[in-house]
């Protein structure tokens, strides 16, 4: 079975019979925020000042081979093929090579080599720096009158923004603050997740409410 990529509804192998000859990912580079400082050597490196590092989006490079039995017939799946990646933009990138997560991006780059019936099409998609869980995480839980801790791990590379529906009013202890959550859902970087192990408390205003906790993870 061969390898593929998948956007926008078509695969690379499946729609174009384009094989992989190469597969390219760059790691992120760190946006960096550094000032001089006067009468102090070298610089200060305010990357971390908020407690998480941040990345510039990465480069993923696919080379396809093309064969074609002519130049005419080079040419019109030529065609079909520029008009496919070209028009990949701020859309979700599955690739077989990475089976459980996908990628978000554009379309950034391409070069083309072509010999006698034989093509070779090298393109470039400028994506999100993580790669995203083709699965949700969810954590259900039914919240009465009584506090509950829960625990809940983020197994994400980063801190995460999780949604979280309830259906009914609750107040959510996170470390020494309490929201209180109305009916509905809700999802906002107050309810932060810190990379790994996450202790909350819960507790239901009156009636006994379901929530649940969804995120996706995201890693390198």
């Not at 941040?54 to 093309?66: G, K, N, V």
């Not at 978000?104 to 034989?118: I, K, L, P």
């Not at 923004?161 to 109305?182: D, F, H, K, Q, R």
Request: proline share 2%.
């Amino acid at each position: 079975m061969y390898k593929e990529i998948r956007a926008n509804g078509k695969g690379s192998y499946t729609d174009f019979g384009l094989t992989i000859k190469e597969r390219t990912i760059s790691l992120p580079s760190k946006k960096k925020v550094k000032e001089e400082i006067p009468f102090r050597n070298g610089s200060y490196d305010f990357s971390n000042i908020n407690g998480e590092i941040y990345w510039e989006e990465r480069e993923i490079e696919y080379t396809f081979d093309i064969a074609e039995f002519s130049t005419e017939e080079m040419e019109q799946i030529k065609s079909k093929i520029v008009d496919w990646l070209l028009n990949i933009h701020d859309t979700d990138i599955e690739d077989d090579y990475s089976n459980d997560y996908y990628y978000h991006g554009s379309y950034d780059d391409n070069s083309w080599s072509e010999d006698f019936g034989q093509g070779e099409l090298s393109i470039t998609f400028l994506v999100y720096p993580y790669k995203f869980a083709k699965t949700e995480t969810v954590k259900t839980i039914t919240a009465t009158t009584e506090e509950q801790t829960i625990t809940i791990q983020n197994d994400s590379s980063h801190r995460i923004i999780p949604e979280i529906t309830t259906t009914g009013l609750i107040n959510l202890i996170i470390g020494s603050n309490t929201y209180a959550l109305n009916t509905g859902t809700h999802n906002d970087s107050k309810y932060l997740l810190e990379k790994g192990n996450n202790i909350w408390k819960i507790k239901a205003d009156s009636d006994t409410a379901t929530v649940n906790i969804t995120f996706r993870k995201e890693v390198f």
